[in-house]
């Protein structure tokens, strides 16, 4: 991981260059950073990559136990806030990935680099990087650059139940319950849960029932523990009962 850092920073910090205000190691330390986890996991695969990210978040939830002054968002995070930066920067980056996809992500950075590598001042700051991903991102997934990166936002998801049965077929009809909760914190860590609901839904090949959006379906289910489900998003644009999930084999 260390090297590949390295090697990202050949594009982050030294041809686009932040400029020396709140936020610059958004655009030198955590563009390296998510640089090497896209790496990471075309070399080593999704599964290697949940486990980093999980250790990711870990440290990152326990750093910002131990702030001693203030958390800030992404957006203006100070030089020193190692675990915003780098850990919470990770685990972000990856997740807006994942809703808005990598394309979408990369030609984002790619404008960053045609428009300001190896550009004399004015240097470009945190807000010319949000400008460039919301030019990539459709209006209905505009919400999690806000969440990700202009304030602070934690989620609490947990699978309440889940039910398997065999098909004649040889897959599985899978059925889960879901808990998903939202919340914002301020600088000093008071959270405030701004969403909460449960969701139920029937997942089956090719498609789920009770109106819950599928991003994507795995193929078949050989085996009842063969998925794993992500809830991304309890209130799309503020409309009550469009959410969205991402199902990975």
């Known amino acids: 991981m260390w090297w590949l850092m390295k090697m990202a920073h050949q594009w982050w910090d030294e041809q686009v260059i932040g400029a020396n205000r709140e936020g610059a190691t958004l655009l030198s330390e955590s563009f390296a950073q998510y640089s090497s986890l896209m790496v990471m996991e075309k070399e080593l695969g999704r599964e290697r990559m949940r486990k980093f990210l999980k250790y990711e978040m870990d440290q990152y939830l326990s750093a910002r136990g131990r702030e001693p002054l203030r958390e800030r968002p992404l957006l203006n995070v100070e030089y020193k806030q190692f675990y915003v930066f780098y850990q919470k920067a990770a685990v972000a980056f990856y997740f807006l990935k994942e809703m808005i996809g990598e394309d979408a992500v990369n030609r984002a950075l790619r404008k960053l680099i045609r428009k300001y590598a190896y550009a004399p001042p004015p240097y470009p700051t945190s807000y010319d990087l949000l ?28 699978t309440l139940e889940a039910d398997a049965v065999k098909r004649a077929d ?36 090719p498609q789920a029932a009770n109106n819950w959006a ?6 078949a289910f050989k085996s009842p523990n063969a998925i794993q489900i992500h809830v991304y998003n309890c209130a799309n644009a503020g409309k009550s009962g469009n959410r969205s999930f991402r199902i990975t084999d």
């Open 131 to 158: 400008d460039a991903l919301r030019e990539e991102t459709p209006p209905n997934l505009q919400y999690p650059i806000k969440d990700l990166f202009e304030e602070i936002t934690l989620f609490s998801n947990r």
């Open 214 to 219: 599928i991003r994507s379906v795995a193929n």
């Open 170 to 205: 040889g897959n599985y009809d899978i059925t889960l319950q879901v808990e998903a909760r939202k919340f914002k914190a301020d600088s000093k860590g008071n959270e405030t849960e701004v969403m909460t609901g449960s969701i139920s839904a029937l997942l089956q090949r």
